[in-house]
């Protein structure tokens, strides 16, 4: 157990939906990470906070959007769903703001769109 | 989006057999992570590297940072049939806008034969 929970586990939506996934870091942890695992797919990086602050930017669609709340938990919400953003979407946290923290995973939320 | 260069991409191997992969990538890195992530779970870190040439072990697992700071390898000794799973590399640096980039290899899947 890393620490990190994440919620909800699985989602099934519709095309054109819009979610939203939690995500709470380790306690004392500031950073959160999000990513996406399409099937047999790498770790595509989306976007990080710092202590409630946009930190860093990677592949994220205009469609994605995160935040990182005062309790430091994150959601990313993503709109007008479409088939092709079925897939594993992870959490992370460290404790640092820089790259040079090693990252914790949560469990993933897994995100089918029909 | 951008992913790190994993070799091998998958393998099987007879219990008790040494096992050595490694990541590569056109740029350089701070830090490098090594991952292991089971099916439907998160990646698990394994070993961190923060300088290049540093050599560092966890149990059978042994991780190098090159000394180009553009590659990194694991081995792990005596595999046993819990190691399978897929194992990711990370390279977490700085990009040339000046943003923090996090970057996974395409991972190696590992099957262990008992």
């Known amino acids: 157990d890393s620490g990190v929970t994440q919620t909800p586990k699985h989602l099934i939506t519709a095309t054109g939906q819009r979610v939203t996934l939690r995500c709470s870091p380790r306690?004392?942890?500031?950073?959160v990470y999000w990513y996406q695992q399409s099937l047999d797919q790498g770790l595509q990086f989306l976007i990080q906070y710092y202590n409630g602050e946009e930190r860093a930017k990677g592949n994220i669609l205009e469609r994605f959007s995160a935040q990182q709340f005062p309790d430091l938990h994150s959601e990313l919400n993503l709109s007008s769903l479409e088939l092709g953003d079925s897939a594993l979407y992870f959490c992370?946290?460290?404790?640092?703001?820089?790259?040079?923290?090693?990252?914790?995973f949560g469990p993933g939320t897994r995100l089918t769109v029909t | 989006g951008q992913q790190l260069n994993q070799s091998p991409q998958s393998m099987f191997i007879q219990e008790g057999e040494d096992v050595s992969m490694n990541c590569t990538s056109s740029?350089?890195?701070?830090?490098w992570l090594w991952y292991k992530q089971d099916p439907g779970e998160g990646p698990v870190l394994l070993i961190a590297l923060y300088k290049a040439g540093e050599l560092t072990s966890n149990g059978r697992l042994t991780a190098q940072f090159g000394i180009t700071r553009k590659d990194s390898f694991l081995n792990i000794s005596a595999s046993i049939p819990s190691d399978v799973g897929i194992y990711f590399c990370a390279g977490l640096g700085i990009s040339t806008s000046g943003t923090y980039k996090y970057i996974f290899g395409t991972g190696t899947r590992l099957k262990v034969l008992a």
């Open positions: 740029s350089i890195f701070n830090t």
């Open positions: 992370a946290s460290s404790v640092g703001e820089t790259s040079s923290y090693e990252q914790y």
């Open positions: 306690s004392g942890d500031l950073s």
